[in-house]
């Protein structure tokens, strides 16, 4: 009852790297496609270096590097994954930035990587970015081309 009298909180999701955005339906990873891992979208990158998509803490870096997961300060827990199969490269295209616990925003950088070493082992190079813990959409974004500042959607 006292809910209706509570003021929402959004969250701002920005896009982690420069690039084309891609429908998460399109991505040719049916476990992405399919939203197995959780709601998101993906990237077509046009530059190498991924940021945190929105404010909170580095909660787990995983050994292969592809992959970065983040917590939101109103607790949405966040995925970055990048690249498709990009885990049979043992994490020789990525240099992580952060550390677990890191506090981060739009402007930490998480990760460069070489995305022509992922190309050259024939790995396709979209960025992934999964909401892990929650079914909000990202179905309303426009494909379009996104800049890594530039704030996506707003939930709450």
Do not use: W
């Amino acid at each position: 009852m006292f809910d209706l009298f509570k003021k929402k909180k959004t969250e701002a999701f920005f896009a982690p790297v420069d690039g084309q955005f891609v429908p998460l339906a399109e991505v040719s990873d049916p476990v992405f496609a399919q939203k197995m891992m959780g709601e998101g979208f993906g990237i077509q990158p046009t530059a190498s270096e991924i940021y945190a998509p929105i404010k909170g803490t580095v909660t787990t870096i995983f050994q292969t590097k592809h992959a970065i997961g983040l917590k939101s300060t109103l607790g949405s827990e966040v995925l970055i994954h990048i690249g498709l199969d990009t885990v049979e490269l043992a994490g020789e295209p990525f240099d992580v930035h952060v550390k677990e616990g890191q506090t981060v925003d739009e402007k930490t950088l998480l990760v460069t990587v070489d995305f022509e070493k992922v190309r050259s082992a024939g790995k396709e190079e979209v960025v992934l970015t999964l909401l892990t813990n929650g079914g909000e959409s990202f179905d309303s974004l426009e494909k379009k081309k996104v800049n890594h500042s530039e704030q996506l959607k707003s939930i709450g």
